[in-house]
């Protein structure tokens, strides 16, 4: 199975790409989500490797990718920088402890069929925008095709899960669905902004009717910002910002509330985790209840996990009926094999 105009490209945010190839990896994904169901065999990927560096820890990403090669016909290997040297950027190495990105991604290239890598938060010194440098810079020198397992702007593999997880929902076409991505209270401020914002620019490509709620000073960047007006006024959804959960959550019909950490994401400098302590403290009241629930049209709840229970959402609601959070979860699989498969195939 493959795609011309998808095979050999690298997976890093959803940006690089139109709605109709988006669409084809979702298409194929739920086409090989109902073959693992019937337990019908699909080796798209015979004895293909792809090489998996994790700088961050991971449950969700490490297995569905780990399982999805298995059972693709492939292998997925392991890499946990300290055990392999940490790939550095270029005057960032260090005497036999490190090795320059440049020599790392050419070598795995030569050995597997995609170079997979996940790094933000203290790995980049929680200096915006340096874990997505770091996995560009593997795109640039690798042959084989690069995928973003989570770099400090994107997770675009979540958003795959998600958007297919709501198509499960809400019906395939999700247009002028309103979707919810809202700021929610952790008592740690070590939050990248990749999920947040892949979540928003995904539900615009699909034309959704998107709402994005955080208190004031917790602003996403202000370049996906404009990406997601723009996917919005070109696949006929809607975007707007709003300070107040419960103004956000009235009539929603799905709802991701999480949190996300105060970061300059200009350049200017590194995340401050007094200042976004201060921040988060003065807003604890951003707690997904069963309370504000009732404000919505009756909607789904969504979280990428792990959830802060009790911070950032209630039992009552993460356990609760209208919670989707082990669906979306378990289509990590299947969204990633329907992207392996056109990308690696
Ligand atoms: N949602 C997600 O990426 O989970 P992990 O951190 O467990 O991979």
Redesign the pocket.
Known sequence: MSNTSLRGRDFLTWLDFSRDEIEMMLDTAHELKRKQVRREQHHILPDYTLHMLFYNT?????NSFEAGMTQLGGHAHFLQPGAVYTPALKGEEKAYSTERISDVARVLAEMGDAIAIRIYGKHTGWKYGKGNLIVREFAKWSRVPVINM?DDMY?PC?ALADVMTMQEKLGHNLQGKKFVMSWAYSGSVEKPLSVPQSAIISAAMMGMDVTLAHPKGLDLDPNVLNATKDLAKKHGGGFKIVNDMDEAFKGAEVVYPKAWTVQPTDGSGVMDPEKAKAIFEANKDWITTKQKMELTNDAYYMH???ADRDMEVTDEVIDGPNSIIIEEAANRLHGQKGMMALIMG
């Open positions: 991971s449950l969700r990403t490490r989570e997770h979540q990428c996990l792990p």
